[in-house]
């Protein structure tokens, strides 16, 4: 049964950190495009009406009446009438956003981004301590770094973020301090929410009363230079590989830097299953093999890992995921395989909605599904339990992600999970599982995703404007559905990371492992 869950995911499923680079696919529908009201409307409201639309018969949350999050027809109208004289992409795209920012889905996104070909504002800031720091800036304004942010075009920057979040997708308050740093560059969101300085230029003011006007530029021109920070631990220090580890043999204790949910088997079982001809799949593989260095099988990595364990007698595993953005889920699985036995895991279930915009993104797929399924009903939201798939499609997921079933190869020892502010998608399916099966102790700082959350996204694309961007077709409920209200993994030990701590390369987590960990 796990097995057939998982894969019927995997099936359905745009790998965020793939599906991002993929080609979108073209929305349409023949129903809205012949009503009057579109016959007669400008291209973005053409557009806007296709977008209200797709979001309506692909995204969960319209499935059933009591989990759609707003008035569907007052969104419709205040949107179409807001472009009505509309003649800028900029401030149509703020429209997207608005109404993708009341999903409560991080993964529902309006392609906001061009940084070859426009100007933006030379900034990245780390969001410590309730405050928000220059981590990286262009270097004229190089003395502004490290300095926390107070004002910005004299608006208090804790009121700025809750007016940005009314166009940021997020699935709880973590989620949007992290995002709105990313938004903050755009000169347009400025612009069009009428917070811009004539010109163009954020007047920023920092808490020791100093104060500095940044201008927009474009990327080429920028010479960016970031605070110096140092690395505490060589055994934490953040690394460029998938997944690593490091067996501390006088400590006994194995450290997984776990980065990235994504192995060179997560992408072959993607060609074997997306490809519509042998010349594409010749073409995808040839693509894969020209970077497998990049990519180890995790399923290798494991059995090595766990070997290693069992050689050095380290009786204690830390898996850190403070840096895993998510990808592939069934990568998580094999890992909690080794923790748990695997029949004994009580899952997260998926819920998965059957639109035209899936069977546009991958219609070989879709064809499977019905060919499987022969009653399925298009806009219907089904349990994966329920699905049915073919017998050698389960065989290949087998052969591409094995668990481990062996009792005697389940590791013993304490385990710890570190969470962080970028632990998200996958990584964050792997510490909910981890919560909800009492499987280890979770340390760090709150999560930025919901327990219970949309996500498995598929690229869209619309016919006027070719404006694109991603939409959640599944529903993920946690293995305690009864704690589905709750907005964030809480850790077990919650320890915040300060600004100072990342200057100075103090490592607080990995500290209290050390000392209280064994």
Known sequence: MKNKLFLIGFMFMSIVATAQMSKPSMYRNPEVENSVRYKFANEFQKDFLLFMDMLQTTHPAFCKAETVPFNVEQEIDRGFNALADNNDVKKFRLILMSVAAKLNDGHTLINAFDFENMKFYPLNLKRCDNKYYVRVTDREYSQILG??????????????????????????????????????????????????????????????????????????????????????????????????????????????????????????????????????????????????????????????????????????????????????SALCNQLLSYLKPYKKIKEISSYIRISE??????????????????NLETGKLYDCKELEIAENDENLFKKFFPVNNEKSKIFKGKIFFMQGAETYSSAGELIITARDNKIGTIIGENSIFRPCNYGDILAWQLPNTNQTGWVSHKYFARPNQKLCSQETIIPDVLINTTFEDIINGNDKVWDWIINNGK
């Open 147 to 328: 300095m926390p942010i107070k004002y910005i075009n004299n608006i208090p920057i804790d009121t700025l973020v809750n007016m940005f979040g009314n166009f940021i997708s997020h699935e709880n308050t973590n989620e949007l301090n992290q995002r709105v740093t990313e938004y903050i560059l755009l000169p347009y969101f400025w612009e069009n929410l009428s917070m811009n300085r004539a010109d163009s230029a954020l007047f920023i003011e920092f808490y020791n009363d100093k104060n500095v006007l940044i201008f927009p530029k474009f990327r080429k021109d920028m010479a960016l230079e970031s605070i110096p920070e140092k690395s505490s631990t060589e055994i934490t220090k953040p690394n460029s590989q998938l997944f690593s580890y490091n067996i501390d043999a006088d400590k006994k204790i194995c450290y997984l830097q776990f980065n990235s949910c994504l192995d060179y088997n997560t992408f072959v079982f993607q060609i074997e299953m997306t490809a519509e001809n042998d010349d594409m799949k010749k073409a995808m593989y040839a693509q894969l093999e020209s970077q497998k260095d990049n990519y180890p099988k995790f399923d290798e990595f494991l059995k090595q890992m766990f070997s290693d364990i069992k050689t050095k007698k380290a009786s204690v595993l830390v898996v850190d995921v403070r840096n895993n953005g998510g990808g592939n």
């Open 357 to 374: 915009l899936l069977k546009l993104q991958y219609p070989e797929i879709y064809q499977k599904a019905i060919t499987a399924n022969a």
